[in-house]
């Protein structure tokens, strides 16, 4: 009986860990007007993969950095040129906002994902 | 009489042994250093700790190419390219490696200078560790390592491999590559380190 219960515990817990959402992790599809320097696309608390991307060519090149903007730490930026996913492999601490500038043209969007 | 002829004899006896006494661990000092080529392969005088290096160790934002730590250089062997060094590196940052493939360490380079191109094909390429992912010209902000993933791919697609590359301890995920920096010619050393315009 009591091995019974255990099991139906553990496979409980083992559906809740497949159904629940990464903890943290947010993402969104910024807008950002060609010229108009950085601009923030979301912020998350101690993200360790930082993932970005150009959805039109019209977006590329474009640059990306990573500010805390309690203390005005930063980092990057990186340059890149082409639509593919684009990760700075760093564990920040603090509330960290990813923030994008567009070097191509009119207002293409940018994928962005703090995890 | 006799007895201070003793005493002297004592005396010199005393201090030859004391002069042999100290002459013993130099002389075995000597020993150990006959070898210096030996001691330079030794693997520790190549032991790298690149969690340290500016370009890794940046709890508070980029690193300054004017003021980050003096960090040595790479010599790389023939053939092998920029991108080919970085994903070296990389591979080597990420793993915790003490020694990056197919490369010696080499005494720094000038700071500005991100790697110097070989000079004919026998050579290597030889790179910087202070900034090898190059640095920006304004503000001299020393550039940070970066991976790419193809864009066809959805995003939880790319996560999922993300995720099974941490959970399986291994560098870089299912087609992921080292982002290579377009440098400014400043920055790169054409066969010698001085061989570059000014930045």
């Known amino acids: ?115 | 009489m006799e007895q201070r002829g003793t005493g002297l004899r004592s005396l010199i006896v005393a201090l030859v042994v004391a002069a042999l006494a100290a002459l013993v661990p130099a002389l075995s000092g000597c020993a150990a250093d006959a070898d210096p080529i030996a001691a330079a392969q030794a693997p520790q005088d190549d032991a790298l700790d690149l969690s340290r290096a500016p370009w890794a160790d940046v709890p508070n934002g980029n690193n300054h190419i004017g003021t980050a730590p003096e960090w040595p250089s790479l010599q790389f062997a023939p053939g092998i390219t920029y991108a080919g060094a970085l994903h070296r590196l990389y591979l080597a940052a990420r793993t915790g490696a003490p020694q990056v493939e197919d490369a010696e360490v080499m005494p720094p380079l000038p700071r500005e200078v991100v790697y110097v191109a070989p000079a004919t094909d026998a050579d290597g390429l030889r790179l910087s560790l202070l900034a090898p992912w190059g640095w920006t010209g304004s503000e001299g902000a020393i550039g940070l390592p970066s991976i790419n993933m193809p864009g066809d791919l959805p995003p939880d697609e790319v996560m999922d491999r993300v995720r099974e590359a941490e959970a399986s301890r291994l560098p870089l995920p299912e087609g992921g590559r080292v982002d290579v920096p377009q440098l400014p010619r400043c920055q790169v050393g054409r066969g010698a380190p001085d061989n570059r315009p000014p930045c």
Not at chain 1, 51 to 67: E, M
Not at chain 1, 72 to 93: E, I, K, V
């Open chain 1, 1 to 115: 009986m009591l091995r019974r219960r255990r099991l139906a515990a553990l496979a409980a817990a083992a559906a809740l860990a497949v159904a629940a959402p990464r903890a943290g992790a947010v993402s969104t599809n910024c807008a950002v007007n060609a010229s108009g320097g950085f601009i923030n696309c979301l912020a998350l608390s101690n993200p360790t993969v930082e993932v970005v991307k150009a959805n039109q060519v019209a977006g590329t090149p474009y640059r990306f950095q990573l500010v805390r903007l309690s203390d005005g730490a930063r980092w990057g930026w990186w340059q890149w040129s082409d639509t593919n996913y684009h990760f700075p492999t760093l564990s920040l601490s603090g509330v960290i906002t990813g923030q994008v500038d567009n070097l191509g043209s009119g207002t293409p969007t940018y994928y962005v994902e703090l995890n």
